[in-house]
Each structure stands twice: as structure tokens, then as C-alpha cells.
């Protein structure tokens, strides 16, 4: 009889799939690492995580451990090399948020592109002469580049062509012919690609190390872009963003993921009125919510079914000895 052990809270939707899963028992905690917690820790066979971190050192408490369900896409917070060497899966909740975070992308394009927080700003202020400054750009035949094409970079690419966006990709992962079929633009130099950006938009994992936006990138681009981050906090160096941005190199900026969450009170991009910011929460719609829930559940009940499916497991191949092809 399996048990589950879920970090921190999930859409009621998916307690009550595991409360109508015949077997199944569970618990909830808001800090896997608590000591209260270490006996329910020792003795669970899954684990469900938002994102709580969880380090090979509090993973091999987890002796029992036979699946690790992400309540999400990213998996920064999972020492993963811990989980292959136990052979153990590590899954994901597939294209359960792509639309929902597609959404925000585009709405902190469109806010960044039309000024909006600038322009309520001085409307309410009684500044009606403000509508003159012309400050507000159009996004048609401007160039979005998209870093990153997966399920998150493509749903971008597919709301964003109707603005008449020209959609360029940056992807060695995915063959140029299928960036065309998705209607975009290989475009195999970044450097090269970011000179002619007018936005870009980043949809990569983070993999550690120094950040694939940096200062010298961020350098590369036009005083009038425009740069906004969705995916993971880190893969843009967020001090040279600042710095470009106190500096005048680009016109603005929207994140909804940081180095730090919460983020902290002395950090430079909140004192730029050009910074658009949101609370890590671009796929926390109630429909996004309700859909991670019931995949994160879903994938473990899979699991212990024999029939987990190989796509949503991000480590398969060091973890194939517990997955069901």
C-alpha cells in the first residue's frame, strides 16, 4: 500500500484523487525537512514537491523512496543525481502549465511594450498630458527572440504571432526545420540574434553555473529592448540587468522568477520603475493550479500502476529500471 508525502500545498483537486485512489494514504507538510517530519520522511514511498529544495542528503533519509513528483516543469530544486543513483524517477507535470505561463509571458510583453503601469500611474496622478509622451511602442514587425523553444517556448511563439511579431529562436536542442514548421526563425548565433531583438523572452531550465544572460548579452542589445523572464530564476544575472537598466542599455524589464524568493527588500530591480515584477506566479492560475495537481498526483499513480508515461520522467535513462515503457 503505497504512502505519499506531499511538500507544501496543493489544489484540492488532486487530495481528492489521491482520496479516491483505492490503497493510497498520504500526508501533507509545508517543510520536508522539519525533524517532526523525518519519521514520515523515512518511511514514504512517494514524494509530491512544489518547491521546497530537496538535497541528496535529505533525499537518502527517504529510504523507501520509489518515485519524486514535481508539482511543476522545473526541477532545480531536486538533486537529481541523488534520485539516478537509486534508480529513481523524478517526474514532471508536461504541458500542464505551458498555456497558463504562455499567458503571462504575454501579458508582462504587452505591459512592458504599452507603458500600462506608467500610464495608470500618471492618470491617476491627473497627469492627463502624459498620453503624449509616446513612450508606448508597437509590437508588429518588431523581433521577439525566444531563448529556449520548448512546450513553454512554443505556446509563446503561438500566442505571439498574431501581434505580428517577428519570432526568432535560439534553441541547439531543437532542429532548425521544426522551428520553421512551428512558423519561426532558426536562429543558430545568439549574439547575433540578440542585436536584433527587440524583446527577448528566456524559456530555458536552469542548469547551474554562470547565467546564460549576462552582462556581456545583455550589452549585445538595443537601448529600446525589452527583456522578460518566465522560466527559472538565475538565467538572467540579475545584477547586470539592473546595472543595464540604471544605465540606460534597455528599456525595460519583467520577471516573474528571481535568484532569491522571496525576493528581498535591498534588491536594485525594485527600485526601477522600468521593472515589471510578479510573485513566481505566472502558472498559478486556478485552471493551472487544478491541472499540476492532478498531474503530480497522476504520475504517481501511474507509477505504482505500471504505467507511468516515460515522456513526463525527465531522468528516464538513469531511471529506467522503475519505469514502465
Known amino acids: ?42 518511511t514514504t514511498d512517494a514524494i509530491l514537491i512544489r518547491t521546497q529544495t530537496l538535497p541528496g542528503s535529505l533525499l537518502d533519509k527517504a529510504r523507501n523512496l520509489k518515485i519524486l513528483s514535481r508539482h511543476g516543469v522545473g526541477y532545480d530544486n531536486v538533486d537529481v543525481q541523488a534520485l539516478n543513483r537509486r534508480h529513481i524517477p523524478l517526474c514532471v507535470v508536461g504541458d500542464a502549465n505551458s498555456a497558463s505561463v504562455a499567458e503571462h509571458t504575454l501579458m508582462l510583453m504587452l505591459s512592458l511594450a504599452k507603458r500600462v503601469i506608467d500610464y495608470d500611474r500618471e492618470t491617476r496622478a491627473g497627469n492627463w498630458r502624459y498620453r503624449d509622451s509616446q513612450s508606448a511602442m508597437d509590437l508588429a514587425s518588431k523581433t521577439l527572440l525566444l531563448l529556449g523553444f520548448g512546450r513553454i517556448g512554443r505556446a509563446v ?44 523572452s528566456v524559456h530555458i531550465p536552469l542548469a547551474g553555473g554562470k547565467a546564460p544572460v549576462g552582462a556581456a548579452e545583455l550589452a549585445l542589445m538595443k537601448p529600446s529592448a525589452i527583456v522578460i523572464n518566465t522560466a ?27 535568484e532569491v524568493e522571496p525576493l528581498p527588500p535591498s534588491h536594485p530591480l525594485l527600485r526601477n520603475a522600468n521593472v515589471i515584477l510578479t510573485p513566481h506566479a505566472a502558472g498559478l492560475t486556478k485552471e493551472c493550479a487544478m491541472r499540476m495537481s492532478t498531474m503530480a498526483v497522476r504520475n504517481i499513480l501511474d507509477f505504482f500502476a505500471g504505467q507511468l508515461d516515460p515522456a513526463v520522467v525527465v531522468n528516464r535513462a538513469d531511471a529506467t529500471a522503475s519505469v514502465t515503457p
Open 157 to 200: 511563439a503561438q500566442r505571439a504571432a498574431p501581434f505580428g511579431l517577428r519570432i526568432e529562436v535560439h534553441d541547439p536542442f531543437t532542429s532548425p526545420a521544426a522551428i520553421r514548421e512551428a512558423g519561426a526563425v532558426p536562429a543558430a548565433d545568439l549574439h547575433e540574434a540578440l542585436a536584433r531583438a527587440d524583446i527577448l
Open 1 to 42: 500500500m503505497p504512502h505519499v508525502l506531499i511538500g507544501g500545498k496543493i489544489h484540492q483537486a488532486g487530495l481528492d484523487l489521491l482520496r479516491a485512489a483505492p490503497g493510497v494514504t498520504f500526508d501533507m507538510a509545508d517543510d520536508l525537512a522539519a525533524p517532526a517530519i523525518l519519521p514520515l520522511l523515512e
Open 232 to 258: 527559472r530564476g538565475g538565467v538572467i544575472d540579475e545584477a547586470a540587468l539592473a546595472a543595464a537598466l540604471d544605465a540606460g542599455q534597455l528599456a525595460g524589464a519583467a520577471l516573474d522568477v528571481f
